[in-house]
């Protein structure tokens, strides 16, 4: 096995990940070699520098919190209310609903029908509020990101193939350079994200070739 | 019956033994808080390091923090158990961090006209421990070192960064950062095969090129 294969396992080698043979491949080349060594070494090193810097203080945590259960406090409906959403009786919910039948046949019988359905459409615009807001977001780049989610799909799609030996890979080469094009014509992608989609695809060459 | 087995967990066993399920039963039967506060500790630390490293600032990191906590407490009770409360709530957290980002981009290319890069405004809190070993990193400081690192993930691709904060900052197993991020674990292990090889090539380009300034400027 050559250093990139094995360098390939070192950061589940560092967390005891690998199965027993592995491991003891890793740990064999460990010993003959200065190279993954060094480079075992290394993600000890960033993961140390960046876990230490990724955390801050415990008061951080405990404002934090304080904040999100002042927010969980004001949002639970208060016990003297009828329509209790948590922790509520067995009858409120049979009572509620019959209720609320009540009222949505009285709506619907008064001339102004209109205020039933004005009830209706906000309970479903109150419903619906984060899903519309995310839709909105994702409509100013639909296409990039629908072939985004393609591409990912397909570099899945090959890894799996690639393990199963089956991967007829000219072809796979193919579609995938053509959905590079594809979203570079869109457009839509930023030319680090450009450069990534490239340097994965070139990844994914060495591998196959390799 | 029920009750009683709840009583002698509480008296018998410390919060942090309490099973997550248990918690979460708690929470979906009788809304109780005690229960969701513990559960909340439990994880906040790890899901920081994740939407740190996501949304590139400590006050974003906060806010979609606590934007995914309260999600899933609002949303427990149509939580069946299929998958662990981790990976649940991990999974909103991941896809908070991208809806935020998602916004972020939307904001900066309609109003400053530009898509805003993930931590514009770093903050350079927290000191890195000593680093008693013997790579090429020792060129840097400790404070420099951790910097450079969050600058390239900053640089990398959301799902090599998800798939970093997961395993290498968070430590969390492969299959529970394959569930979380809904790929195969081979998916997940190229992604962080990507990313280590990536921070420690620009790494190197970096102090490689701080060592041609330094004889530059010493000639």
């Not at chain 1, 230490?52 to 945590?61: G, I, M, N, T, V």
Request: charged share 30%; proline share 3%; aromatic share 10%.
């Amino acid at each position: 096995m050559s250093c990139e294969k094995f360098e390939t396992l070192l950061l589940h080698y560092l967390d005891q990940e690998l199965d027993a043979r592995e491991a003891l491949s890793v740990q064999h080349h460990l010993e003959e070699c200065v190279h993954c060594s060094e480079k075992l070494q290394e993600i000890r090193t960033m993961r140390e520098a960046v876990t230490e810097r990724a955390f801050p203080d415990p008061a951080f945590f405990e404002d934090a919190r304080r904040v999100l259960f002042q927010k969980i406090r004001a949002s639970r409906p208060s016990s003297e209310k009828t329509f209790v959403l948590r922790g509520r009786p067995r009858w409120v919910p049979v009572f509620s609903t019959f209720l609320l039948i009540g009222v949505l046949m009285g709506l619907w019988l008064l001339p102004g029908r209109y205020q039933a359905f004005t009830l209706r459409q906000d309970l479903a615009e109150l419903v619906a509020l984060e899903t519309l807001e995310q839709e909105a977001l994702y409509e100013v780049y639909p296409e990039a990101d629908a072939l985004l989610e393609e591409e990912l799909q397909l570099v899945e799609e090959f890894i799996v193939l690639a393990e199963a030996e089956e991967l007829n890979y000219d072809a796979w080469l193919t579609e995938e350079l053509e959905l590079l094009n594809a979203l570079g014509e869109a457009e839509e992608l930023e030319e680090e994200d450009w450069e990534n989609l490239e340097e994965e695809l070139t990844f994914i060459e060495e591998e196959t070739v390799g | 019956m029920e009750k009683a087995q709840v009583v002698d967990i509480d008296r018998e066993t410390s919060p942090q033994d309490i099973p997550d399920g248990e918690l979460v039963r708690r929470l979906q039967e009788k809304d109780d808080l005690e229960a969701y506060e513990i559960l909340v500790k439990r994880y906040e630390r790890q899901a920081y390091g994740l939407a740190h490293t996501l949304v590139g600032n400590r006050e974003d990191a906060r806010d979609v923090l606590q934007e995914s906590f309260f999600n899933v407490y609002r949303s427990i009770r149509s939580f069946r158990g299929e998958a662990s409360f981790k990976t649940y709530f991990f999974k909103i957290l991941t896809n908070r961090c991208r809806d935020f980002q998602r916004r972020r981009a939307v904001w900066g290319r309609f109003f400053l006209g530009r898509v805003g890069a993930p931590g514009e405004t770093p903050e350079h809190e927290g000191v890195v421990e000593g680093l008693n070993t013997t790579t090429p990193y020792d060129a840097l400081s400790e404070k420099e070192l951790g910097e450079k690192i969050e600058d390239i993930l900053k640089t990398l691709p959301i799902r090599q960064r998800t798939a970093f904060a997961l395993k290498v900052i968070n430590q969390m197993k492969i299959h529970e950062v394959a569930d979380i991020m809904k790929l195969s674990e081979g998916a997940v292990k190229a992604h962080l095969f990507h990313a280590v090889r990536k921070v420690q090539r620009q790494l190197h380009s970096y102090l490689k090129g701080q060592d041609e300034g330094s004889e530059v400027h010493v000639v």
